[in-house]
Structures are given as structure tokens and as C-alpha cells.
């Protein structure tokens, strides 16, 4: 299990509040999320949605009142938080939760001390602070389903019922990312071009921190590699049962 500690700090102005319990679930995989902070003015109304998660997820509020129209001071009380908690040496990564690219220069800095540094934001979020995270998550894929409203067949129900349909993809295999992957797989395959599957995860998303199989409609990356056919696939026994390694090579 990784004993991570992770500061998760949230810009409740720039990210929605929707699967904020699957966002957390994912931070988990990555370590404890040991501080969990959302920043925000809480005056308004365009935050309260956030209200009713807070509680549940433990997640501690944080006010910023809006002292000039048009600046986001919710910005600068994030970035003075993180700092403070980056010296006090109480964690070993952070997870920055916007779509702001306001925070490019704060996942740099934090790299630079050495912190491990996530991200997660919607599909719009600026290519510099994506590039600026080791590794970047889009919120639209945390839940591979949304409700859809439909009115139900009992006229005597005025309530519509919810359904849930699968998403559609953020994006296309297309031949950008299909380069990308072979690519990936010779810069470490050995000398008769094998690779193991588990390496090439880790070396694509630092050439690209926002490579997701789940953004191409995958859960997992060997189900994404299947799929676009010019790669071979070879289950290697480990000698324990039920475990097997895979390694790739292009054909």
C-alpha cells in the first residue's frame, strides 16, 4: 500500500462539485489524503452546492472573501496554504483540484521542492499547469456513466426518473496517441523489443501527464493496446499462481 501523505486542496470556483467522493477514491490509490481543504467565498451562491458534500467527505472549508470584482483571491489563499504546508514537512505530495492554469507555476515550484504533484481538472484546463502536474486526471471520467432524465411510463408519476448511460470517450485513438505508445514501448524495449506492460504506464504519463486509458473509453491500459492491433502481447508465468507478467512489443 503507498503511505503517501497527500494536501488535497480545492478551487471551488474553477472545479464542480459532482464525484467529488470518486475524485478522493482516486487520490486514495495514490496515498492518504491526510489534509483536505476547499477554497472558496462561501457567500455566494454559485459555491453552494459544495455544502452538501463537505461533511461527508471531510473536507475542510476554507473562506475567502472576494475583496475586488473580477480576482479570484481564492487563488492566493490556496497557493499561501500550500507553501505553508509544503514547509512544515507534514506531507509528500499535493493534489491540486482546478481548471485554473493560475496554479501552473505553484505545481512547478512544489515539483521543484521534490513533492509529488496531481492534478485534477475538467477537459478545458490549460495545457501549461496540466504539463506542470506528474500527473494530470480529468474529472469527466472519475464516474464512466451520467444520469440521463426520462419521463416515466406511469402517467400518474410527475417525478422523471434517472437512468444512467455510458459516457462517451474524452478522446479518440487516434494516430498521435497510437505514436505515442509505440513510441513509449521502443524507448524501453529490450533488445528483442519487449517491454513490460507495467513500465510503459508510468514512462507514457511522464511524457504526457494527462494519459489516461479511461479518457479513450478503457478502464485499463493493456484493453487500450488491444485495440489498435500493431502491437504484440506476450503473458509471461511468474511462477505464482494467478499472476502473470505482461510485456508488449511492436509488431
Not at 60 to 65: D, K, R, V
Not at 110 to 119: D, N, P, T
Amino acid at each position: 500500500m503507498n503511505d503517501d501523505k497527500l494536501a488535497v486542496l480545492i478551487d471551488a470556483d474553477n472545479v464542480p462539485y459532482k464525484n467529488v467522493k470518486e475524485m478522493l477514491e482516486e487520490i486514495s490509490r495514490s496515498g492518504t489524503p491526510t489534509i483536505k481543504r476547499i477554497y472558496a467565498d462561501w457567500t455566494k451562491p454559485t459555491v453552494s452546492g459544495w455544502k452538501n458534500v463537505l461533511l461527508e467527505n471531510a473536507i475542510t472549508p476554507i473562506q475567502q472573501y472576494s475583496y475586488t470584482t473580477g480576482k479570484n483571491s481564492s487563488d492566493s489563499a490556496l497557493i499561501i496554504d500550500a507553501m505553508d504546508i509544503l514547509y512544515s514537512e507534514k506531507v509528500t505530495g499535493f493534489c491540486i483540484v482546478s481548471s485554473d492554469s493560475d496554479f501552473t507555476r505553484l505545481a512547478t515550484r512544489l515539483r521543484e521542492a521534490g513533492m509529488m504533484v496531481m492534478g485534477f481538472g475538467e477537459k478545458k484546463t490549460p495545457k501549461p499547469f496540466i504539463s506542470a502536474c506528474d500527473k494530470f486526471i480529468y474529472l469527466e471520467i472519475l464516474n464512466d456513466t451520467e444520469d440521463s432524465e426520462k419521463e416515466s411510463e406511469n402517467i400518474a408519476t410527475i417525478k422523471p426518473e434517472k437512468t444512467k448511460r455510458k459516457k462517451e470517450p474524452l478522446s479518440k485513438v487516434d494516430s498521435r496517441n497510437i505514436k505515442l505508445i509505440t513510441e513509449s514501448i521502443n524507448d524501453l524495449g529490450d533488445e528483442d523489443g519487449w517491454t513490460f506492460l507495467g513500465n510503459l504506464g508510468s514512462f507514457i504519463i511522464k511524457k504526457k501527464p494527462d494519459f489516461d486509458p479511461r479518457n479513450f473509453g478503457f478502464p485499463k491500459l493493456l484493453p487500450l493496446i488491444k485495440s489498435i492491433g500493431k502491437i504484440e502481447i506476450d503473458e509471461r508465468e511468474t511462477g505464482v499462481k494467478n499472476i502473470r507478467h505482461i510485456y508488449v512489443r511492436v509488431k
